[in-house]
């Protein structure tokens, strides 16, 4: 049986359910459905900075300061990390200042624009947050209620480019 390895925190009848719909040749209509806009301007790391702040702003004004936001075409989505959040502590003038940076797989510049915001919302809950515990998850859902579907959909975008990618 397949190893579904982007789903293996979902349910066992999930995954069945998912394996059908890829034997079918059904699940890339049904996320073409669900996502009908595809591609999303959001392709330069100045766009994506910009995309960072201004959920930032709206959700998190009074957290640390970002100093860089950018793609990585090294961030392999495989080992579950689609971002990474970086904080780097140094003493300057006396006073210890802590940078913050976010990482984002270049891949997401490639799927509908919700996925990629989430995976922002991820990382920017991390400033509050070190750890993906019930607060990091609430911390998520308050900015985005549909954090979870997203993840899932996410999840499954990721199995599809596998398959088709492994596929003969
Ligand atoms: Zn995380």
């Known amino acids: 049986m397949q190893d579904l390895v982007y789903l293996r925190n979902y349910s066992a009848s999930l995954q069945q359910q998912v394996r059908q719909l890829l034997a079918d040749g059904k699940l890339e209509p049904a996320l073409q459905q669900r996502y009908p806009e595809q591609s999303h301007p959001v392709q330069t790391d100045k766009a994506l900075y910009e995309l960072t702040m201004a959920l930032k702003r709206q959700w998190l ?48 510049r490639q799927l509908p624009l919700p996925l990629l915001q989430m995976v922002v919302v991820h990382e920017l809950a991390h400033l509050r947050e070190k750890d993906h515990n019930k607060a990091f998850y609430k911390l998520c859902l308050h900015m985005e209620p549909a954090y979870h579907q997203l993840e899932l959909d996410l999840r499954l975008y990721l199995t599809l480019l596998e398959h088709t990618a492994n596929k003969p």
Not at 80 to 89: D, P, V
Not at 91 to 102: D, P, R, W, Y
């Open 61 to 108: 004004k009074s957290s640390e300061p970002l100093s860089k936001v950018v793609f990585d075409p090294k961030i392999h989505v495989i080992n579950n990390a689609l971002g990474t959040h970086t904080q780097i502590s140094r003493v300057q003038g006396g006073k210890l200042k802590s940078k913050n940076e976010i990482r984002v797989a270049a891949l997401l």
